[in-house]
C-alpha cells in the first residue's frame, strides 16, 4: 500500500499557501462573478472573526443547511480555521430530520436560505444547542440570533490573530449517513481522512492547475464536496459554481462558456446527456476531458454511447462511501473496464472477504473491505457501531463485491437494503418506521426497484390491522408520509397485501417480495 505524502495540515493552511503563490488567479466563477484566491482568503479571514465573535470556539459544530454558494464554502474554511467542525447537511430533508441530527451533532451554528425557511424556521427552538443562524439571503427577522451573511463578511481580523493550527488527525468534517437502523449517523472525517482523497484524486484524474471542475451537484454530498469542491484549492486549480441542478441546460451552458475540463455525475445525468439534442458546438467546442461516474452503477449501453459521442474525453466510473471520505476506488484514465468500479484508489488496500473477513479467491463474492488514511474516525457518539464497522483498521462497506486478476472490482450486490435513486441514498427502514407510526399498519417492508428514469425506486408492502372500520387508500399512506419525510424517500406506490412474507422468527422477507414483484 503506497504512503501518501500530505502538503498541508489543514484547510486554511493550503488556502494561505495558495493566497500567497497564486492570488490573482480565479478560484470560484459564479453567475458574472469571478473570486480570486486571494478575495476569498480576504472573505474567510472576515468570516472567521465573526465565528469567534460569536463564540464559536474549537470542537464547536458548525452547520450548512444551504445551496451551492460561495458562502457555502467560505463556512467551511473559516470555520476550521478557528478549529470548529463543519457539518454539511442535504438540504433536502424535513423539518424533524434536520433536528435531529442538529442536536446529535450538537450545532452551535447554523448557515443558512431563505429557500429552506418553511423546515428550518423552528430549528433555534427545537435544537438546543443551536445559538446562531446565518442567512445567505432574506432572513426572516433580524435580532442577536438571526444574522446576515453579509452584514460580517466585512468584520476587520486582528492583526495580531493567531490561526488555530489544526492538525493532520484532528476533526475537520462530520458526514451525515443513514444506517440500517434508519437514524443518521455522523462519520467523523479527520484532514487526513478528507486529505488522502485529494492526494489519490489529483495522481488517478491526473489534475493539474490549468483544470477547471464544475459543482452542480449538491455540495453536502460527500463526494461532490471532498472531489469538487475541496480538490480544486488542493490543486491550485478552479471551480464553476451552479447554484441549481436544473435546468440542466445552463449546467451545459456554464461548462462551454467558462471552459471546463473535469465533470462529475450520476448515471441518471449521464443518460439524461445521452438522450439530449446537444448543440453541434457544445460537442465541437467544449473543453472538458474528464467525465467521472459514481453513485450507482453506470450500464454497459450507457457508457458505450457516451464514448461514441464524447469522443475526446475519458469517461471513468469510481465507487465510495462516505466512510470513506468518500471515494475508495477508481477506474484509470488509460483503461476503464465496463462494470467495474476499478482499482483502489492510491494509498488504499482493498480486499474481498467471507463472514469471517477472510479474503477470498479472485473472482469469488464477498464483501468489501477498505483500508487507508480515507477511513473515518468513527461514528459520532456511537462507538459500538464504529466497532461493528471498523475492524483492525479495516471498513466494512456492507457491499457485496469480485475482484479479477487486475486488482479491478465488481459491484455484485448490497448487504444492506439500501436504495440508490438518482444517485442519493435511501434507507428502507427509515420509510418503515414512519410507516409503523401510522394507527393502520401492522407491519411495513420497503424495496428498491429498477426504474429507468432513478435508478432506483422504493416501493412500500403494508399489512393493515385487524377489523379496521375504513381502509387507508393509497394517496392517504402518501400524504401521511410527506409530512415526515424528504420527498425523494417517499414510496412510488403503496400496495396493500394480507400478509407479508416472513421467515419462523417474524423477519420480513424482503428477497421474496422482490421475486413477487418481478414475477
Known amino acids: 500500500m503506497e504512503t501518501l505524502h ?10 494561505e499557501t495558495n493566497a500567497a503563490s497564486v492570488g490573482d488567479k480565479t478560484v470560484i466563477f ?63 430533508l424535513k423539518a424533524k430530520e434536520l433536528e ?37 439571503d432574506t432572513a426572516p427577522i433580524l435580532n442577536d440570533a438571526n444574522i446576515m451573511f453579509d452584514e460580517v463578511t466585512n468584520i476587520q481580523p486582528h492583526i495580531e490573530e493567531q490561526t488555530t493550527l489544526m492538525k493532520l488527525d484532528d476533526p475537520a468534517i462530520i458526514f451525515y449517513t443513514s444506517g440500517t437502523t434508519g437514524k443518521p449517523k455522523g462519520a467523523m472525517m479527520s484532514y487526513r481522512n478528507l486529505f488522502s482523497n485529494m492526494v489519490g484524486g489529483q495522481q488517478v484524474f491526473d489534475i493539474s ?31 464553476v459554481i451552479v447554484r ?14 467558462k471552459r471546463v475540463t473535469v465533470f462529475l455525475g450520476v448515471p441518471d445525468i449521464y443518460n439524461a446527456l445521452i438522450r439530449a439534442k446537444l448543440p453541434w458546438y457544445f460537442l465541437w467546442f467544449n473543453n472538458i476531458r474528464l467525465f467521472i461516474s459514481g453513485a450507482s452503477a453506470l450500464s454497459e449501453d450507457t457508457l458505450n454511447k457516451f464514448d461514441n459521442i464524447f ?18 476506488a477508481v477506474n484509470p484514465l488509460d ?12 494509498g488504499y488496500e482493498i480486499k474481498i472477504v467471507d463472514d469471517e473477513l477472510l479474503e477470498v479467491p479472485r473472482g469469488q463474492v464477498g464483501e468489501i473491505i477498505i483500508k487507508g488514511d480515507g477511513v473515518m474516525m468513527g461514528y459520532l457518539n456511537r462507538p459500538e457501531a464504529t466497532k461493528e464497522t471498523i475492524i483492525n483498521g479495516w471498513l466494512r462497506s456492507g457491499d457485496l463485491g469480485k475482484m479479477d486478476e487486475d486488482n479491478y472490482i465488481y459491484i455484485v450486490d448490497r448487504m444492506k437494503d439500501l436504495i440508490i435513486s438518482k444517485g442519493i441514498n435511501i434507507y428502507p427502514r427509515e420509510i418503515e418506521e414512519e410507516l409503523m407510526k401510522l394507527e393502520y399498519v401492522k407491519a411495513a417492508a420497503v424495496i428498491g426497484i429498477a426504474d429507468p428514469k432513478s435508478g432506483e425506486v422504493p416501493i412500500a408492502f403494508i399489512e393493515l390491522e385487524d377489523d379496521l372500520e375504513s381502509k387507508p387508500t393509497e394517496h392517504e399512506v402518501k400524504a401521511a408520509l410527506k409530512t415526515e419525510l424528504a420527498n425523494f424517500k417517499l414510496p412510488k406506490t403503496v400496495s396493500f397485501v394480507d400478509e407479508l412474507p416472513k421467515t419462523a422468527t417474524g423477519k420480513v422477507l424482503k428477497r421474496v417480495l422482490k421475486e413477487e414483484y418481478n414475477s
Open 100 to 136: 435531529y441530527i442538529l442536536n446529535d451533532a450538537e450545532a452551535k451554528l447554523l448557515l443558512t436560505s431563505n429557500q429552506f425557511l418553511k423546515e428550518t424556521k423552528d430549528l433555534l427552538s427545537n435544537v438546543a444547542s443551536l445559538e446562531k443562524m446565518v442567512w445567505i
Open 335 to 346: 483503461h476503464q473496464k465496463v462494470l467495474s468500479i476499478g482499482k483502489a484508489l492510491p
Open 209 to 239: 492547475e490549468k483544470d477547471r471542475f464544475i459543482v452542480y451537484l449538491p455540495m453536502f454530498h460527500s463526494f461532490t464536496f471532498t472531489v469538487m469542491t475541496l480538490m480544486p484549492f488542493f490543486t491550485q486549480s478552479s471551480m
Open 311 to 328: 469522443k475526446r474525453a475519458h469517461m471513468i466510473e469510481g465507487y465510495g462511501l462516505s466512510e470513506n471520505s468518500p471515494a475508495a
Open 244 to 257: 441549481k441542478l436544473l435546468p440542466f441546460s445552463n449546467i451545459i451552458k456554464q461548462a462551454l462558456l
Open 6 to 15: 500530505y502538503p498541508y495540515q489543514n484547510f486554511y493552511q493550503m488556502l
Open 30 to 92: 459564479i453567475d458574472e462573478e469571478k473570486v480570486t484566491y486571494q478575495q476569498f482568503l480576504k472573505k474567510v479571514d472576515a468570516f472567521a472573526r465573526f465565528l469567534e465573535i460569536a463564540g464559536v470556539q474549537k470542537g464547536n459544530r458548525v452547520a450548512l443547511i444551504a445551496p451551492n454558494s460561495e458562502e457555502f464554502i467560505i463556512t467551511v474554511f473559516a470555520a476550521t480555521k478557528i478549529g470548529a467542525v463543519v457539518i454539511p447537511v442535504n438540504n433536502m
